[in-house]
Nanobody
Framework: QVQLVESGGGLVEAGGSLRLSCVASGRTFSNFAMGWFRQAPGKEREFVGYIRGNGGSTTYADSMKGRFTISRDNAKNTVYLQANNLKPEDTAVYSC????????????????WGPGTQVTVSS
């Protein structure tokens, strides 16, 4: 089992930035690729990006490139999502997820999920 807990969400004005964190416990963190997804009210879950276990490679949804950056610190069992120049349409619950695979754009490839953290961007 892997337990994931996100933090760092909140209310931010348009144009602002947030750094979300996701702390993992339970298994060897570096064995898992870590993904970030988001879900806005009334919308389907949306892929943001993922980072491979060794931290050497990231993949982002095309719509997320340039404003979102994923990094990880395996010594701290933590993955981060840096979100810059936030827009009201970025308002959503952001969740991290872990997969034994090398990474995936698809939420059903992930084995473990955190409860999520709310990000609200005001205009």
């Amino acid at each position: 089992q892997v337990q994931l807990v996100e933090s760092g969400g909140g209310l931010v004005e348009a144009g602002g930035s947030l750094r979300l964190s996701c702390v993992a416990s339970g298994r060897t963190f570096s064995n898992f690729a870590m993904g970030w997804f988001r879900q806005a009210p009334g919308k389907e879950r949306e892929f943001v990006g993922y980072i491979r276990g060794n931290g050497g490679s990231t993949t982002y949804a095309d719509s997320m490139k340039g404003r979102f950056t994923i990094s990880r610190d395996n010594a701290k069992n933590t993955v981060y999502l840096q979100a810059n120049n936030l827009k009201p349409e970025d308002t959503a619950v952001y969740s991290c997820a872990a997969t034994r695979r090398s990474g995936s754009l698809y939420y059903n490839a992930y084995d473990y999920w955190g409860p999520g953290t709310q990000v609200t961007v005001s205009s």
